[in-house]
């Protein structure tokens, strides 16, 4: 996957420690010269070379790999507006751009929805250790939504991941937000805990395990009732006397 940047050292593997240390990748060069993206977290931890196996298309919608810079496009036009960020003013502390977010945001997967010639949504996501990839956030403009978009495209996310031995998929939603907990829950994610920050108040913390083993383990050990899901005729917890 080779993007295509301006300014800035040598390739970033070529580098020793020294000079990534000094690595500044945001910063432009006196003279631009066109060097190639270094690899995102995915795929350096991975191989997972998303730009391999997308676009995907979801009838008329069609989800490519983006960049950065098209994607935090999208979250300055439309964020504000879908989160209700003005009604939560003062709620919660903001999290202004800095050097070392932009750092952070450029090695997360950016995928846009497009439509026509039409931005419909954006998905950004990342691993957060070896095992582990996160749902970090996402959006679908109004008017294209509930068309199946997102589930479909978590259903088709988790294929890749899977191949590339990630056993668990993760992400945190308000328990206010009723569209993505019903994307989430039918996809298979599970809560496995709840959350309270300064930053974005309660979340739930939802898992998808993509290991029957990891799941079953954590439904037998943290779970009271039987699996309660479409499709699933197992039941655990058989060894606990219920009241
Ligand atoms: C969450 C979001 C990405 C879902 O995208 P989408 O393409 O519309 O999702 P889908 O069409 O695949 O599924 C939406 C599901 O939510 C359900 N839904 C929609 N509005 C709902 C509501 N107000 N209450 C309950 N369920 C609702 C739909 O019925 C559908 O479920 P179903 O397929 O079982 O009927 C989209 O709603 C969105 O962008 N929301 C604002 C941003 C956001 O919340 N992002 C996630 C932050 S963690």
Redesign the pocket.
Known sequence: MVRAAWGGPPHRESMTQPELLQHRPFERASRPRLVEAPPRLSMRLWNLDWGATLPWHFDAARVESSSHDEVMAFTREHYAA??GHASAEGRFLPSPMTEAKRRFLSEMDFFVFRVGRETA?VFMGHPTDWTSYYLR????VPQH???????RFFERLAEPLRGAGVERIE?D?SPA????I??LS?QGYVVTGTTNSERWGLLLRYTKFLRDDARGAFLRQYTAMPIAQRGETETLNTDRSRP
Do not use: W
């Open positions: 879908i989160f949504g956030s996402t959006a679908i939504r509930e068309r199946g978009l997102m589930t992400a939603c937000n009723a569209p993505i019903r994307v039918g």
